[in-house]
């Protein structure tokens, strides 16, 4: 009979969003921590002019002689984009997957983080001991090359989180996703499953990596006399494999354009992920010696973002490459959430211009859809369930499924970031919450942007600013100069003339009973002078732009 | 053989953004000009603080006496909507169906121009006689009642425009699209057919609006023991209906919430068009005195507007409903394109409160699918296709119908904003461009906000603004108060102490080098400031927040 545990395994979602990205979870056992992935998140629509957002990793530095280190799953910037400014708090090594480490090492690079910071590469079916844990790297599908699943070994059981994944059987490069080995550790006991929800809501399978290809080898064969454009991920190495597959095929030559898929391509070529027929990819300016039916582009900007390459060619700002009628356009990607409106606008664009857009059907998830989130957890059979990766609505469409599948509503667990999940063979339940947070990043400042500032710019974006200044004598409390008011994002002052004198006239009044009232506390004129104006503008606007008072002492 | 016209006919779409919404099309003949629709747009991402977008009608003002009236195809907002604006600019006569009128005299009733406009009820098959034209009203099925397609009549020939519509053999109130009538018409002779493209992308046929009322049934059914929850449109009366029928059924109450719906169900079911049994409907209030089981609430709030009822039902600020673990909650919508994050977040919130949350195949959509788009062509058989109601992409995907049907590419016309499109039996033609533009909406201010204040706004959010003041005596320019830096939406100030002082040392050094050298002009010193301290906050931060030096004088 195994022996039992004497302490809890915690599993403890650190990322201190809800469901969006930042993917980070800390695993404790006794005075042993590792960490699993260290994601970035993108902003939020309210989350003005932030460029990107951070975990606050209190939690960790606080037990920082605890933690022994990252495990990251695979190279996707909501699994690696934290790294480096994590490991600037705390500098513990990184286990990883070649490609996965190919990326984290460009990552380190652009920060001076690379001599620092311990990495090692891990090969799929190892295992690396990490304090009281053991954890085998398993390998999986999923749209970047060399994602793994982690079984994670524990005095008190076995976890496997599968991280972002999906059942590719005929994968274009690699091997399937190793099944057998879910099975054996499965039928060895496992405490509990943690598995992508990302694409829970689909019945069905995910269809494989390898029918895009004779999407590709189809469009190709109807759109012989033009030019080819395809958008797609930059990171979706097996996708422009296949581009360039088809490419070969049909006698085109390929230039990959966009600065983040250069550089993917490139860490992906080097470490042999990618194989490249000689002379088929060429320079983006060797372009001119080709005809449009010897090309095709691989380009970013599949989302739409506006300041990638395509929406660059669409809007015809792009300094080598501009549309032409015929060109045939391919995104090969599906909207994520929120870029719908991006995404239609450079089709639009691209369109108007007579180009021949297509953006069905040209694409295939990275995610496990219903049958295959059955199926991992038909072959894990795990004893609790913990639904990972995806919005509150999607982890519950996970809970759905494993409740289906016969776990008991008991044991499954929809954890919130904070959460502390204690488990062992007896019993898991939610016993705490350690201190999570979201730090935005803007420019240089990590941290320096909090909710007033938020809240500043909101407010500043919808109805701008009045400022109104004037200078006080110091002791007196005698006007000498002002008040001016200049306003910012407000109205057209050329045209609201009236509107500005009569706002002049309103703040004067409301100075001027001060004075009389002898009202000497500068915070207090502020205030009345704010209210003052504030009422007359809505009054006549129906607006409510800042109004920030400024009394200088001369 | 008949007679030919000595004109031609000018078609004209005078909304002044491309694709958006704000329909409003003018038809001219030698001196006759009729418009068709009058709709405003939601402001686009980048129009910050702007509540609506109306059209600049210049050029129907420059040829005010020709303007015979408003002929619209049906109630949505994006096509009566600026109505109110627009008559205070040019108050010419409307003509709509019955439920159309009644939802336009809600608007004009609102800003007080019931008594000066003049109106018209106007029956399907009915026509009106304007000036050169005679304008037929064509029964036609859509997510609103009354929907109109409109047979416009002039001497260079007959064009028909169809509204937003679809094909539905079977609509839950009144009668099918008046196909017999369509094909009639064109058995005469149609110059060209004006087709909505809306969903010119999709294979297929949409579905009968009665086949929502079967799922709602099943759901009825299957949730006998939980209060029900349905958010839809709030101008889907039809959908309301089935949702009364299905709770009649049931032995449930309704209760209807959120403004919007009020006012239209109420409007509707003054005017017929809705069918309630008796002690179905009760009010918000009386919902004490009903168990779960016994309610359901129709709500506004399917795109998740973060005003809406369901969407403060969602984030527990509605006044009179909070939701309850084992709600059963209905979004019977689809997420119109830009709203699917704000949908997901309501989503995410219900179904964390422990709601069940059903959002997929309960609605059917108002526009017609491919199918429906071809048998309008071909019962109508015209000899020029115009594609509307769409956006660029989606305009495209019709032309390529219209081509597939033998429509020949020279008489496909995709019209911009502003082309005057001229033709007769003989030839098509753009043949100039009218002044068209989008005029926003903020607050009161109708026109007042332009580019300028828009890009201010859209720097102002991003990286706030840094205020720097001083006070200069008039005739020494010497220094008498400040400089001061006052700052908002750039960083927490407290946390910033160093920079905003060192800030303040920049903009001193500045001003010294100016006063030094004698420059007395205070445009050439406010731009040596905001230079200093822009470049020196860039090197500090990398932001660009925006700088706004006041000078005083004293």
Redesign the interface.
């Known amino acids: 009979m195994k022996k039992k545990s004497e302490s809890k395994l915690k599993i403890i979602p650190i990322g201190g969003l ?2 969006i990205g930042m993917n980070i979870t800390a695993f404790e056992y006794e005075d042993s921590i590792v960490v699993v992935d260290c994601g970035l998140a993108f902003p939020e ?1 309210d989350m ?2 932030i460029d990107l957002v951070i975990p606050d990793i209190t939690y960790l530095k606080e037990n920082a002689e605890k933690v022994k280190g990252f495990v990251i799953t695979h190279g996707h910037e909501d699994h690696i984009g934290a790294l480096p400014y994590i490991l600037k708090e705390l500098n513990i090594p990184i286990y990883a997957t070649k490609l996965t480490n190919g990326l984290i090492e460009n990552k380190l690079k652009e920060h001076n983080l690379l001599r620092t910071t311990k990495r090692k590469t891990i090969k799929f079916g190892q295992s690396i001991n990490l304090g009281a844990f053991r954890i085998e790297f398993i390998k999986t599908n999923h749209s970047i090359q060399d994602a793994a699943a982690l079984a994670i070994y524990s005095p008190a059981g076995t976890v496997i989180h599968t991280g972002d994944f999906k059942v590719d059987y005929t994968p274009v490069f690699g091997d399937a996703i190793d099944l057998q080995r879910f099975a054996e550790i499965g039928k060895k006991g496992v405490l509990a499953l943690m598995c992508d929800s990302t694409n829970a ?1 689909r019945p069905g399978f995910t269809m494989s990596e390898r029918t895009v290809g004779k999407t590709f080898d189809n469009i190709f064969e109807n759109h012989k006399t033009t030019r080819i454009i395809i958008a797609t991920f930059a990171s979706n190495v097996d996708r422009v494999q296949q581009i360039i597959n088809s490419a070969y095929k049909y006698g085109r030559k390929v230039v990959v354009e966009g600065r983040s898929m250069v550089n993917v391509i490139g860490t992906a070529s080097e470490l042999g992920y990618l194989n490249i027929p000689e002379n088929t990819l060429i320079d983006i300016d060797q372009m001119k010696n080709y005809s449009n039916e010897q090309m095709v582009l691989v380009t970013t900007g599949s989302q739409g973002e506006s300041m990638a390459a395509l929406s660059r060619m669409a809007a015809n700002i792009h300094k080598k490459v501009s549309i032409q009628p015929g060109d045939t356009i391919i995104f090969s990607s599906n909207p994520i ?2 870029n ?2 991006a995404v ?1 606008k450079v ?3 691209l ?2 211009k007579g180009a021949d ?1 297509i953006f ?1 059907d040209v694409h295939v998830s990275g995610h496990a859809c219903q049958e295959e989130i059955k199926l991992i957890y038909s072959l894990v059979h795990p004893k609790y369930a913990i639904p990972v990766h995806g ?3 999607h982890l ?1 469409a996970q809970a759905n499924l494993a409740e289906g599948l016969g776990i008991p509503k008991d044991d499954i667990f929809i954890l919130r970031s904070g959460d502390v999940l204690e488990m062992d063979e007896d019993s898991a339940k939610i016993t705490g919450k350690v201190h999570v947070g979201a730090i935005m990043v ?4 990590v941290g ?3 909710n ?3 809240r ?10 009045m ?1 109104v ?3 006080l004598e110091k002791r007196s409390n005698q006007l ?3 008040p ?1 008011i ?1 306003s ?5 002052v050329r ?2 003339e009236d509107l500005m004198g009569a706002a002049r006239v309103v703040v004067e009044d409301a100075l001027d009973e001060c004075l009389n009232r002898h009202v000497s506390d500068w915070g207090k004129i502020k205030t009345v002078i704010k209210d003052s104006l504030s009422d007359y503008v809505w009054k ?4 409510r732009p ?1 109004i ?1 008072p ?1 009394i ?3």
Do not use: C, W
């Open positions: 809800e469901q629509d003005l002019g809501e959430p929120g719908e409106k239609s089709i639009n664009e369109s108007s857009v069905q919005e509150y609505r519950k803007d420019g240089l400042g320096d942007v909090g007033i500032v938020l500043d710019r909101q407010h500043l974006s919808e109805d701008g600013i400022v200044v004037l200078t000498l100069a002002g001016d200049v910012r994002g407000f109205v057209y045209e609201s006549k606007t129906k607006r800042m920030l400024i200088m002492e001369a």
